[in-house]
């Protein structure tokens, strides 16, 4: 099972850009489905972006949907979220989690979370 380190969070202002990366410990990371989701305060926790474990095949919320773009390096470990044009509403705690098998948007079927990196969006 991997582990997943999220970072890259941080303040940034509408419209800008800020790029989340999240490195996988553990073996076997190309098997994994891999995705992102975000708790904003108050909220429950939302699925942003999956991509599946070959990188063929991406899904998004409605929410990011031409705005975020979710790409992976297996020879890294590394999957990650580029976040464009961000909204005040974007602002959360974002979430990279692991899971063998078909992407769900699901969260509970998500084995493996990291702890999260807060990104904030000024109006």
């Known amino acids: 099972q991997v582990q997943p380190v999220e970072s890259g969070g941080g303040l940034v202002q509408a419209g800008g850009s800020l790029k989340l990366s999240c490195v996988a410990s553990?073996?076997?990371?190309?098997?994994?489905?891999m995705a992102w989701f975000r708790r904003a305060p108050g909220k429950a926790r939302e699925f942003v972006a999956s991509i599946t474990k070959s990188g063929d095949t991406l899904d998004y919320s409605d929410s990011v949907k031409d705005r975020f773009i979710i790409s992976r390096d297996n020879a890294k470990n590394s999957v990650y979220l580029q976040m464009n044009r961000l909204k005040p509403e974007d602002t959360a705690v974002y979430f990279c989690a692991a899971r063998t098998g078909t992407p769900y948007r699901m969260w509970e079927t998500y084995a493996s979370w990291g702890q999260g990196t807060q990104v904030t969006v000024s109006s």
């Open positions: 553990g073996r076997l990371f190309n098997i994994y489905t």
